[in-house]
């Protein structure tokens, strides 16, 4: 039987609730990536339809995939309030997955920020962001994260890492990713 999208199944008279995994599909089931990063639970994926969409990605500690559709120059997610577009800072590990997107419009801030979390950034591409201090593509501070198979392309931070920033205590796995004019 099923409740609410979750199995239900009887067991020595205990009742015990398993959530399925889901796919949340922006602008179909939700209208924003924030209300579907809202709705999500763990093990969760977030599929972004084509298009240019004025938000902003924080998967608040969730284990979840936020992905876009292939390829990712078709969909666009971009900010330019001063804040960066992506944020990973709530202790997420690898099992929080930001992939296939264009990750672009950061002015006075990172494109992606990840502070104390553990995630994967995969296929991505990552431009114009502009920082008024450091880490205008990517800025990783106290965490682990993997960044692998981006394209970070004219990025920029007025004092260092323009593509990348790796800063206070983090280690990062950075594989297989295009560099260019940051």
């Not at 959530?19 to 599929?47: G, H, Q, W």
């Not at 930001?98 to 104390?116: E, F, P």
């Not at 593509?163 to 295009?178: H, K, L, P, T, Y």
Request: net charge negative; glycine share 10%.
């Amino acid at each position: 039987r099923s409740f609410d999208g979750y199995e239900y199944s009887e067991w020595s008279s205990a009742q015990w609730f398993f959530a399925i995994p889901r796919v949340i599909r922006v602008p179909v089931d939700e209208s924003t990536i924030t209300l579907a990063i809202d709705e999500a639970c763990n093990e969760d994926t977030i599929l972004i339809a084509h298009g240019t969409y004025l938000e902003r990605i924080n998967p608040l500690g969730k284990a979840i995939v936020v992905a876009g559709t292939l390829p990712a120059e078709s969909t666009i997610v971009m900010n330019a309030t001063g804040t960066p577009v992506a944020t990973v800072a709530n202790g997420e590990g690898p099992s929080t997955i930001i992939r296939d997107l264009t990750i672009t419009g950061a002015l006075g801030s990172m494109g992606v920020n990840i502070t104390g979390s553990s995630p994967q950034i995969l296929n991505n591409v990552i431009k114009s962001n502009v920082n008024y201090s450091h880490g205008g593509g990517i800025w990783i501070s106290r965490g682990n994260p993997v960044i692998r198979g981006n394209r970070i392309i004219g990025n920029l931070a007025y004092t260092r890492g323009g593509g990348i920033c790796v800063d206070d205590e983090a280690s990062a796995v950075i594989d297989s990713n295009i560099f260019q004019l940051n």
